[in-house]
């Protein structure tokens, strides 16, 4: 598959029109068609699958395997996207704030910092970090970003960092020193190894829709819609594959469920 073929490949993939132009608009209407279209999830850990931080398989999984991953693999695949239309790209990492307030390891997050044609910006863009901004954020504003998924603020946090905050929430701190692929391995292998990570210890598929979010968290069916929330449980495992197809287009040969130790 040549450049072009991939990328009009993965164009279709998140029902988007090759922009004419790379502008912040154009990439406001990508982030939001890539978070409408591909879920946030975070099953390779729990069927066994590998997690391979290299750009073609990434994409390759998200446009031929129709599936979709967690921080490292959606921002991997779209940056790579995003570069190829044009954009100039640089990844980042991030430490996400926990319950208890503090940030965590190095490399919890992958983010994207972004310049576009217009010279405005420059953007973060984000469609790894789950029920997240819509809308690209503002990389240089101090001030209130008001998107659809609430209000968003950068403050300046020691060293040089930014702590992002959504609705008063911390949610994670910034560092915009450049970064390549690689650095994020260790992150990667923690969150899929590390009985300390949430994603070992969960089972989660997500994704945002034109008028809320639908989530299937292990046997139960999360939809969110216009602010009202229904739950349902799945009782069967023909239940349960049904709904990733329905709500993800996720075609599972069985119910990925989680394992004690998901080295084994």
Not at 231 to 244: F, I, R, S
Request: glycine residues 8%; proline residues 5%; hydrophobic residues 40%.
């Amino acid at each position: 598959m040549n450049d072009d073929d991939w990328v009009d490949a993965y164009l279709e993939r998140i029902r988007a029109a090759r922009p004419g132009r790379a502008d912040a608009a154009a990439l406001r209407e990508l982030q939001i068609r890539h978070l409408t279209a591909v879920p946030f999830e975070n099953l390779s850990i729990h069927l066994g699958e590998d997690v391979a931080l290299e750009e073609k398989r990434l994409v390759h999984k998200i446009v031929t395997g129709r599936r979709g991953g967690f921080c490292y693999e959606l921002n991997g695949a779209f940056a790579a996207l995003l570069r190829a239309l044009g954009f100039r790209v640089t990844l980042v990492q991030a430490r996400v704030f926990g319950d208890d307030g503090c940030p965590g390891i190095p490399y919890d997050h992958m983010a994207i910092r972004v310049e576009t044609e217009d010279t405005t910006g420059p953007w973060l863009a984000d469609v790894g970090f789950g029920d997240h901004a819509l809308h690209p954020l503002a990389l240089d504003d101090r001030t209130e970003q008001r998107d659809p998924s609430g209000v968003f603020r950068l403050r300046a946090a020691p060293h040089g960092d930014l702590d992002l905050l959504r609705d008063g929430s911390e949610q994670f701190r910034l560092d915009l020193r450049p970064r390549e692929m690689a650095d994020f391995r260790a992150g990667a292998w923690y969150h899929r190894t590390s009985p300390d990570s949430h994603f070992t210890r969960s089972l989660v598929c997500s994704r945002r829709t034109d008028d809320g979010r639908v989530t299937l968290s292990g046997r139960t069916l999360v939809t969110t819609t216009r602010g009202v929330r229904h739950e349902k449980p799945l009782g069967t495992d023909a239940e349960v594959l049904a709904a990733y197809h329905e709500h993800f287009g996720l075609r599972l040969s069985h119910v990925p469920v989680v394992r004690p130790n998901p080295n084994v």
